[in-house]
């Protein structure tokens, strides 16, 4: 089991349940939503459990997506895909240990010009 907050607490969950190795994402929406790159890790939308969410607000932000946050702190929490049962969860949401390991970059071809990557970790364009 694992546990998670935004900043004020006005938002809280739990997942019981597998989390998939967490990925950095480059692309634009990412990176202005977050100011600068989004970790997050994923599982299956019964997985997760939110013990608190008077504030928890969804953003359309394309046609297929949409992102939670907390509109007391503003804390990006959660993506999902409109037609997925799974939810990315951000990593810097979550209470550690995490016991978890970043996997891969993706959207790499979308990366900010103000930064390099410079770990090993596989790279995907998209």
């Given at each position: 089991?694992?546990?998670?907050?935004?900043?004020?607490?006005?938002?809280?969950?739990?997942?019981d349940?597998?989390?998939?190795?967490?990925?950095?994402?480059?692309?634009g929406?990412?990176?202005?939503?977050?100011?600068?790159?989004?970790?997050?890790?994923?599982?299956?939308?019964?997985?997760?459990t939110?013990?608190?969410?008077?504030t928890?607000?969804?953003?359309?932000?394309?046609?297929?997506?949409?992102r939670g946050?907390?509109?007391?702190?503003?804390s990006?929490?959660?993506?999902?895909?409109?037609?997925?049962d799974t939810?990315?969860?951000?990593?810097?949401?979550?209470?550690?240990?995490?016991?978890?390991?970043?996997?891969?970059?993706?959207f790499?071809?979308?990366?900010?010009?103000?930064?390099?990557?410079?770990?090993?970790?596989?790279?995907?364009?998209?």
């Amino acid at each position: 089991m694992q546990t998670g907050s935004c900043l004020c607490g006005s938002v809280t969950f739990t997942v019981d349940g597998e989390l998939a190795p967490p990925s950095v994402c480059h692309c634009g929406q990412c990176r202005r939503q977050s100011g600068h790159i989004w970790a997050s890790t994923w599982t299956q939308q019964d997985n997760l459990t939110l013990s608190s969410k008077d504030t928890l607000r969804w953003f359309t932000a394309s046609d297929t997506a949409r992102r939670g946050f907390c509109s007391a702190c503003g804390s990006f929490l959660f993506w999902q895909h409109n037609d997925e049962d799974t939810i990315s969860i951000s990593m810097g949401a979550l209470d550690e240990p995490t016991h978890l390991k970043l996997a891969r970059h993706i959207f790499v071809a979308d990366k900010g010009d103000y930064y390099n990557i410079t770990d090993e970790l596989p790279q995907r364009a998209q």
